[in-house]
Every structure is written in structure tokens, then in C-alpha cells.
């Protein structure tokens, strides 16, 4: 692809197309521009257009979109892929990218900004070493659009040192740009503070100056995050002190309008209180001496701020500080003072906590956000969660005088709820989550409130204060507080009566049909939740006491599907599968009425999938549904299959991407459920499973192996006849080259010799072998040689020893001697699984007794084998990893794929190839070795007492006792 004006308009011909309504038209443009990604200078040619002034602004954000997805697609190198841009393409775009983005309007800068951090985060330092002084040379131009750029993009950067694990690696990276951008930093810190002085009566060059500020001051945070530098040590009181100005800065000209909207000043404080509270928490003896003036700032600016919405971000650091402070032992003497615990009782925690309109308005109109901010607990600080994490830091050193401050304001409110309940629900609401955040003090999702204080008497709130909200008989009255008492319940479930708990399930089913998204999702949750949670290992609801519900249980459910915002409520979805996993077989008789609404949903879906966790659980639904009632009869299978193909076909040709690996778990399952062989409808869609593209998505790799896998139980001898074999042998060479999938290969390769006859494999074993030692030789992982290792000993096992021997020494004379010292007594103890210990251990014993070549020309491999396949009895696993081994996690395969999530429900049983046919690796050593002493007396013996330590012939010594038998 030529850097040429034609190509370049060209190019703008089909981003402007990717706009176009028609569907068609707009399908064929992404699929060109997805056509040429792999083209050289195609990145050079999107920079290009990015920067031609004559262009139409919106082809130039698109050509800035496309190439930031191109980036983030294609810069990753993976070992074992091609380079997917190319070498003079990577040194141009680095060459070009920092100016190019530093000149180009905002929209366009972010975009940009995004993509370099994409190729710092691959390249920087190692093969970027200009990026930072680049960056920094910028500081020099005085042009605040150029700086913010810049220090937008170094915060993009440097982000990740918030969350990576510490290595040697990390800390010479942050050494390194430390060295050059901490002093740089600084500097700019101090210029930029005085130009805020200077045009302090300047709105538009203020708000500039202040996003400086604020990035400059999120930088300071990712820097000092892992450890505090000397630099910033040694400076600490230019920074404190410039925190501590800021801190009190009240500029009208800075405050904005908006009530929802955080303004310059509001977001600078709220980082402000961030990395004070960072400070506090990890350098609290260097940061002693400025602790004090920051807790008086900071509990001003508490007691000052509004309950606006704007000022939500602000409040919850700025409580989150002082959340860190109080549980330090050092400043425990700040908060000792009952009037201090008081005071912040009365002007932090309560007005905190209470239910603001604002509240009340995403309850109303995005029950979603508020759900995902309360239940889920996301990234978004609330100031209900900061005044809870505050109640729980002074409970830490004073709990008792806390609980009896905080226990005077709940009766008080309660006591005002009472007098006028239509009027003052707020102050119920504020008193449950004030009883919450005091009884609980350790909390997971998995069980809800783990420990609770002494000091709340947590059932006699429930009986006296949550459930008479839960038994008054309007659903749709007093939203807010409904939603309240389903949470205690669900937070305290493991702390309630199992009495309690059965006595809440039909008042949380009749909660399913409230108009209220938030109510009928939370009662969805914590019906979910109670029937998921063990306490001592028993459950808190069994199916007992759920089965006389069952019918107005799933009706609620899926009438919650009809109600608006819940048409692909994940929670409901989880609901209706945690059901049915509980009923088991006795949801059978509800199926056929459920399964056509499943697939109307699934349907509907497929057309636009936008919900991953709601997807995920409707095919975990489908998967369990199919699986109990084929238990119960497998001939029901050709019933599910009607119902699922055509829809699975639709999503195939349409390529849906995110649910093709779906399709082939569940297309997996009911074939594993045949009980005959492989019918037509099958065998016409194999061609379409083995083409190379489905193979190129790792998401498809797992699941497909999966089919592959189940199509040669049922049909090895159709698929032989169909001269299929040469297909699949392809598919696995592709698989064993790749380090993230190679035991993706094995998989595929031993059912290959588990189900495949001899004879069709014959012709295409040597090559087999070929290809996974020259694997083994170019690239050996600890993963690839387990899984060699069972590999060989199945192929002993399902041909015979002495096979496995000559094709291995028919590739290089005496080989086998060589495999048996480097592989199988070095590393059989590695394997894991107990399918795979007891192959290796069945195929060692083949080889030790079935095997002449053994006793032969490799005998002195004999006793040093047979002591390896004790020590595999004996010995714990082995989970050692060569230090220098470099693991490629399949997570981390780059650009966008459809990862590829299992289904729990649709997971495929245990196999073990060996049918039974071995119940008892250790009788059947004893046996065996019996045996072959019969056949050559007094040698085996011989060899044992002269070869095998004292310990292993011991084992041995049981084996042959537990067997009954005797060496001859």
C-alpha cells in the first residue's frame, strides 16, 4: 500500500462509508478496511489522513478511531504469531505519533494519546527510549494545550504502576522515568501554581491551568504508588505545601453551574485528597509532620461542601482520607475525644448517608447505574459506601463508644420514621444503612457479612424493622426502603435463622413483580444468593424448601423479563438458572413451557448481544436444562437439538462472534449425550468446524476442540470415510506450534488415538512424531512436556509398548534412550490430573513389562523407571517451573477476541480412556511385574534389589502384598 494521495483518498472513501445507514453498504466498507490492516504503511497512511487540514473533521476522528483500534489490535508481538506490523511501519508511527498528537485538536488528541499508551505499554522503555524525554522537552513551550497533551498522556502511562505486582522490572522502569521526568514535574508543578495565581480573574486560562493541575497531580499518585522516590521525599514540602493551597482554594470562577457535574476545582481537591490519603497510609512516618494541617483542611472542606451531586467524587475522598487516617494506630489520638466521634457522626457520617433527590432520581430513572454503584460496588465512590468505610475504620479502635453514639441516631431516626412514615421514609432508609455499616465488619460476595459486631442485635432488627417492609402487601409502595430490607437480608444471610430465611422466600418471589427495576432485580439477587450460600456446609435453603414455590417462583421470573429496563436483566437470568440447578430433576415437568421462552430470548438477543453476563447465563440455563432432562431420558436429545439448531445455524452464518464459542460447548454437550452415532445434521456441518478462520479467534479454540473431540467419539469411522483425517491433522499442527494451545493439540491428537482405528493412522503417525519433536526441540515448556508425556504413554497403552519404541527410535537410531532419560525420568513427576497420573502410570508399566526392547538394549533404564513411576505414586506433584520459562496466558491474546467464557453447567464429564479397564494403577504394576517374572525367573528380582532405593522397593514390596502375588 504506497504512501500516495490516491490510497489516501481511497481510504477516506471507505471510512466515510463506515457511516453510511445501509447496513450492507456499511458491512462492506469495515470488511476492506479489515481486508488491508495487514498492508504495510496502512497505520502511516491513517496517521497521514489524521493530519491533512483539508479534510473533513469527521474523517479525520475516524481515521484517528480506526488507527487507535488498528493499534490496539495489531502492536502486540506474540511468540509463535507472524508480526503483524511490520518494522519500518512501527519506527514511523513512533517517530511521528508524540508531534502529530501534541498539534491536533482535542478530540483527536485523545485518541491518539490512547494509542500511544497502548504502544508505551508494550514498548516503553525497551524499544521507546526517546518517549520521555520527548514529552518533557514539551514542558518547555509555554502552550498549555501542547503541556496538557502531554501530561495526559504520561498519566495514561504511568497509570498501570497503580496496579502492577512488584518486580525488578517495574522498579527499574520507575527508576528510570523518575530520572527524567520527576524534577521536570516539579517544575512545572511550581510554574503552573503561580500562573494560577497570576490569572486567578481569568475563567477560560484558569479551567486550562487547572486541568494541568489535576493531571500533573494524578501523575504524582501512579509515581509514588509502589514506593515512595527519594526525589519526591526530599521534595515533599513543595508538594505538600503547593496539595495544602489548593486544598483551600475558593475561587467562584471555578465553581460551575451544573449541580451534577464536578467542576476544575472539584476534581483537583478529589485527587488532592487521594494522594494525601496514599501518603497516610503507606509513608505515615514521613508524612507525620503535614498530617495534622491536612486533617483540618480536609474536615473544613466536609462541613463546608454541598450535598450536590457535583461535589459526590470530592465528599468520598475526602472521607475516604480520613477513613485512613482513623484505623492507622498513629493518629489514633486524633479521634479518642468522644466529642471528635461526635462531631463526625453528626457532620460527616449521618448527612452522608442519607438519601439525597439525586439518589432518589437514579433510583427512578437508571436503576441500572444505581444498582451497579450499590450492589456491585463499582469504581464510581458513593458517599453512602465512604460514610460506611468510614464507620467501619473507627470501629476499629472504638467500637463500643461508636456503637452507642451511632445506636442514640438510629433510635432517633427510626423513632421520627414512626410519627410519619409516608413523610420521613429517608430517615429509615439512613438508619438501616447506618445498622448495616455498624454490624458488619468483614463482607464478601460469595456469603455476605462474614463478621458481624457483637454490639447489633441483628435479628431483632430484622424482626422489629425489615420484615414489616417486606410483609406490607403493596410491592410498588416505598421502593427505597423495599430495596433496603432485601439487601440486609441478603448482606446478614448467613447471620438470620433458617426459619427467617424460608418465612423471606415467597415475600422475595412477590417482590419479583415490582414496577421498581431496583426492587425486582434485588430480590432476584438475594433469592440467588440464598440459594448458593452454605453456613457449617449445609444450605441455607434446600430444595425442599424451594420445590412448593417452584410455579409461582419461575412465573415471577420470567414475568420480570416483560417489566421495563429487565428485558435482559442479568440477575433475573442468573435467578432462573440457580433455580433450576436447585429443583434439578424436579424442574423437568416446567421445561417444555420455559424452553420456547429461553429461545425466543436467545433469538432476540443474537440480533444485538450487548449484555456478556446475561448471554452467558441463558446459555448456562440451555446447557442445564438439556443436561437434567437427558439424565433422565437421552433420547431427549433430538427434542433439544430441533430447538437449538436453527438458531445455532443463524449465528454461525451471520458470524455472531461473541456466541459462537457458546454454540459448540452446547453442540458439544448433545452430542456427548447420544447415545448412537453421529446423525446427518452433524456430519454436514463437520467441513464448516475445520476451517481455518473459526481457528483463528483463541475464544473458538477451547470449545471447537471440545466438538472435534466429541465428533471422533461418536463418528471416527464416518470421519475416516469422509477423509477427514488429513483436515484434522492440520488443525493440529496449527495447535502444537502455538505455546497458549498446545495442550489444546494434545487434546485433539489422543482422541485421535483413542477412537480413530489403527489402520486410518497408520500413514501419518511418523509425521505425528515429527512434528512434536522438532516442538520440543525449538521451544519446550514445563506444559508441553506433561502433555508429550501422557500422550506417549496413551499411545503405549492403546498400540503397545514396543510401537511407541520403534517409531521413536525409527525417527533417529537409539532416540528412545535419550526420551526415557531427558523426559520420563526427569519430568513424569510434573504431570498433573488424575486421568493423566494414572495414564502416565499404566503406559510406564506397559513399557517396564510389555516391552522386550526394556530388558534388552535400554535395561539400564529399567530400574531407574520403574523407581520414577513410584515416586509418581508417592511422591506430591511436582509444580516446579524452570525460572526462566516464559508462560504465554491465554487472557492476554491481543485485539479484540471473543474470550472465551466455559459453561459451568455444559462443562464436559470426566473422561478416562482407559474404560475401566484399570481400576488400580498399583495392583496392575504388581500384576504385571508378576507376570513378566514368570517369564524370565530370578532377573527382575535381581534388578530390583541391586537398582531401587530402599524406600521405593518398600512401596513396592505393599503393592505386590495388596495385589496377592509374588516376584518369581
Known sequence: MELNDANMQALAGYLQKTFC??????????????????????????????????????????????????????????????????????ETVKREIVGLMLRMPEQIQRQLSDAITIIGREDFPAKWPGLVAEMVKKFQSGDFHVINGVLRTAHSIFKRYRHEFKSNELWTEIKYVLDSFAAPLMELFTATMDLANKCAAEPANLKVVFSSLTLIAKIFYSLNFQDLPEFFEDNMQTWMTGFHTLLQLDNKLLMTDDEGEAGPLELIKSQICDNVALYAQKYDEEFQPYLPKFVDAIWHLLITTGQQAKFDLLVSNAIGFLASVCERPHYKHLFEDPATLSSICEKVIIPNMEFRDSDQELFEDDPEEYIRRDLEGSDIDTRRRAACDLVRGLCKFFEAPVTKIFSAYVVAMLAEHAMNPAQNWRKKDAAIYLVTSLASKAQTAKLGSTQASELVNLTDFFTSHIATELQAPNVNEHPVLRADAIKYVTTFRTHLSHDHLKACLTLLIGHLCAESGVVHTYAAHCLERLFTTKVNGKPVITKADVEPLAVLLLTNLFNAFTLPGSHENEYVMKTVLRTISLLQESSIPFLPTLLPKLMEKLTAVAKNPSKPHFNHYLFETLGLATRITCKANPTDVTSFEEAFFPPFQEMLQQDVQEFIPYVFQIMSLLLEIRVDGIPESYMALFPHLLMPVLWERSGNIPPLVRLLQAYLQKGAQAIAAAEKIPSILGVFQKLIASKANDHEG?????????????????????????????????????????????????????????????????????????????????????????????????????LLTDCPAMLGEYQAHWTPLLQALIGLFELPEDDSVPDDEHFIEIEDTPGYQTAYSKLVFSGKNTHDPLNGAVAEPKIFLAQSLHKLSTTCAGKIPGMISSGLDAKAALFLQGYLQAANVALQ
Not at 496413551?794 to 526415557?820: C, E, H, R
Request: net charge positive; hydrophobic share 45%.
Open 746 to 846: 494434545f487434546y485433539l491428537l489422543n482422541s485421535l488415538i483413542e477412537h480413530m482405528p489403527e489402520a486410518n493412522l497408520a500413514t501419518h503417525m511418523k509425521q505425528i512424531f515429527l512434528l512434536l519433536f522438532q516442538r520440543l526441540q525449538s521451544s519446550k515448556t514445563t506444559k508441553y512436556i506433561k502433555s508429550f508425556l501422557v500422550f506417549m504413554c496413551l499411545f503405549s497403552i492403546k498400540y503397545n509398548a514396543t510401537a511407541l519404541v520403534q517409531m521413536v527410535d525409527g525417527i533417529q537410531p537409539k532416540m528412545f534412550g535419550m526420551v526415557l532419560e531427558k523426559l520420563f525420568l526427569q519430568d513424569v513427576q510434573k504431570v498433573s490430573g488424575h486421568t493423566e497420573r494414572k495414564i502416565c502410570a499404566v503406559g510406564i508399566t506397559k
Open 21 to 90: 445507514p445501509d447496513v450492507g453498504e456499511r458491512r462492506a466498507a469495515e470488511k476492506f478496511l479489515e481486508s488491508v490492516e495487514g498492508h504495510q504503511n496502512y497505520p502511516v497512511l491513517l496517521l497521514h489522513l489524521v493530519d491533512k487540514a483539508k479534510a473533513d473533521m469527521t474523517i479525520r476522528v475516524a481515521a484517528a478511531i480506526t488507527f487507535k483500534n488498528y493499534i490496539k489490535r495489531n502492536w502486540r508481538i506474540v511468540e509463535d504469531e507472524p508480526n503483524k506490523v511490520s518494522e519500518p511501519d512501527r
